[in-house]
């Protein structure tokens, strides 16, 4: 059993930077890692994922270039660097743990989620 925490999320001003952080517990060094948002009445979609290794990475094209997705798997920890956040990234990020080493940016494809965090970019 896998479970994890999100924190970091908040109030910032566009323009402004985010870290968001997920803590894991249990054995997800085997496991891909990636965070998604949400907002009420839209389905949830891939902002970024890691594979086990750390080494590769993959954004959405929405956030290419300003977001950085990191991985320690000696601490177990999954972070998302936010820059250059725009009203549009206002939205609950989740953190997942797939229960396969190939990230994926597929929802259904993650097996374990934590309970989000809220961003809110203001204008």
């Known amino acids: 059993q896998v479970q994890l925490v999100e924190s970091g999320g908040g109030l910032v001003q566009a323009g402004g930077s985010l870290r968001l952080s997920c803590a894991a517990s249990g054995r997800t060094f085997s496991y891909a890692m990636g965070w998604f948002r949400q907002v009420p009445g839209r389905e949830r979609e891939f902002v970024a994922a890691?594979?086990?290794?750390?080494?590769?990475?993959y954004y959405a094209d929405s956030v290419k270039g300003r977001f950085t997705i990191s991985r320690d798997n000696v601490k177990n920890t999954v972070d998302l660097q936010m820059s250059s956040l725009k009203p549009e990234d206002t939205a609950v990020y989740y953190c997942?743990?797939?229960?396969?080493?190939?990230?994926?940016?597929?929802?259904?494809?993650?097996?374990?989620w934590g309970q989000g965090t809220q961003v809110t970019v203001s204008s």
């Open positions: 997942a743990a797939r229960l396969n080493p190939y990230a994926s940016s597929v929802p259904a494809e993650y097996d374990y």
């Open positions: 890691v594979r086990r290794s750390g080494v590769y990475t």
